[in-house]
Each structure stands twice: as C-alpha cells, then as structure tokens.
C-alpha cells in the first residue's frame, strides 16, 4: 500500500476532568483497537479542555490534517457540553436541534427542557450516528465523527462508525521477544533491520520483573505479512549471530 492509499485517523478527547486527573481515559484505547480492524492508522491523540476556542482550533486542524477525526465527550446536557455547538462554528454552520433526537427526548421525558435540548444540537449537514445503548445519537459532520464520552455508550456508537469508513490493509504484526539481554545489547541489529525495511513500523520496548528477570519486546507491524516475517527472521538471525540465544517468537 502506497501512503497515498493510508487510511488515517485522530481522536479529540474534550473535557476537563480528563485534563484534571478526575477521570481517566479509557477511550483511546478502544478506538485505536477498533479503527485497526479497518484498516485504519490512528496518527494523532490529542485532549483539549471545555473550551469553544480550544475544540475550534484542534477540530479544523485535525480534520485537514487526517481522514477522520473522532471526538469524545461534550455532548451531554450540563452548560460544559460545548462540542456540538463548537464543531459546528469549527465548520462555519449552525447547530439547530436535531427533529429526531427532539423526538427522541419527547418520548422519554415528555417536553424537554433547555438542558436536555442541548443534546439534540446536530451542526447543519450532519448525520446521526446511532446509540444503540443510552441517550441521544453522536454526529458525523463531513469526516468528524462526534461521540459520547461515557465509554460503554462511545463503544457502542462506534459499530455505526465502522461501515462508513474508507478502510485500508489491516496491519499484521509479530514479536520476536528477547529475555536476558538488554537494549544495549540488541539496538545495533534493530536498527540494521530497521534501515532495512523503511515501510515497516518496528520498536522495542523493554520489560522487567523482579529480582533479575529483564528484557524487550521487538514489535515489528506492516501491511505486508511476508516483508514482516522476512525482517523478523532477520532480526532472529543478527541477534543469533551476536550469541543472543534467549529468543523467542510471539504473535502480535
């Protein structure tokens, strides 16, 4: 695949209680794991707090920047949900309610109030995104998907996320794990093979477990199964060939 054919992605995590330390962030996670069953690269995570300008700024360049953009959380009732309203100043349009989501919390709460009203904010030209768990839709805007931030419901919006995609080759990877030896001691032929392969993601990360137990994880991802089994047997090679001898071969 050709970076021209890549498929990429950012996520936008709005809120100040992530900022803040008060919540942590589960989503990233699920996304990144999810937007890799399609193919699809997630470049860039950034987080930003309720503020219009701060969402405005970092949706418009998110948006130029990758194919899709998804965000969550800001969508709820309270006066910090500001990302609808900002998604839309983000595209030059207004936010007026949306006639189904207002149908929606017509029927469970009778005639909403201001509060809930919010949630039925959908920016001029959007689409609903399907909540199949609690509570309103999410929203694509163009290529901005706008989600919830509670993770059992932002999960759940993503299924009707997926089959909108543009998807590429999904990534394939192997992990040749490397026990006794230091980073030190394996940087030079992770690197050889590294130069070797240039459209191959390859890493290293390290591990211990007390008292003695230490080594590192060589992660080598592609598109190309056979280019990344053909680097891993080179890299098993030059670590063989270095009297590395404690190696072993992991999937994934």
Request: contains cysteine.
């Amino acid at each position: 695949m050709t970076a021209s054919e890549r498929v990429t992605a950012a996520v936008l995590i709005i809120g100040d209680e992530i900022l803040s330390g008060r919540t942590q962030d589960v989503n990233l996670n699920a996304i990144a794991k999810y937007l890799a069953t399609y193919g699809v690269d997630l470049c860039e995570a950034r987080v930003v707090p309720d503020v219009e300008q701060e969402i405005i700024d970092a949706v418009n360049a998110l948006r130029i920047k990758y194919d899709y953009v998804i965000t969550t959380g800001g969508i709820g009732p309270t006066h910090d949900d500001i990302t609808a309203d900002s998604v839309a100043k983000a595209f030059g349009v207004t936010a007026p309610e949306h006639p189904e989501i207002m149908a929606m919390l017509r029927e469970r709460w009778g005639e909403p109030n201001a509060a809930r009203r919010r949630m039925a904010h959908v920016p001029e030209g959007g689409s609903l995104v399907k909540n199949p768990v609690q509570g309103p839709p999410g929203f694509q805007k163009e290529n901005v998907f706008v989600l919830a931030g509670v993770p059992a419901i932002m999960r759940g919006m993503l299924d009707d996320v997926g089959p909108r995609l543009r998807t590429g080759a999904v990534v394939v990877a192997t992990t040749v794990r490397v026990t006794g030896s230091g980073e030190g001691t394996i940087a030079a032929p992770l690197e050889a093979v590294a130069k070797a392969h240039p459209d191959l993601s390859i890493g290293s990360y390290p591990f211990f477990a007390p008292p003695d137990v230490y080594g590192a994880s060589l992660v080598i991802r592609g598109r190309d199964p056979a280019e990344v089994e053909a680097a891993a047997v080179e890299l098993e090679k030059s670590l063989a060939d270095l009297g590395v001898s404690n190696v072993a071969r992991l999937e994934a």
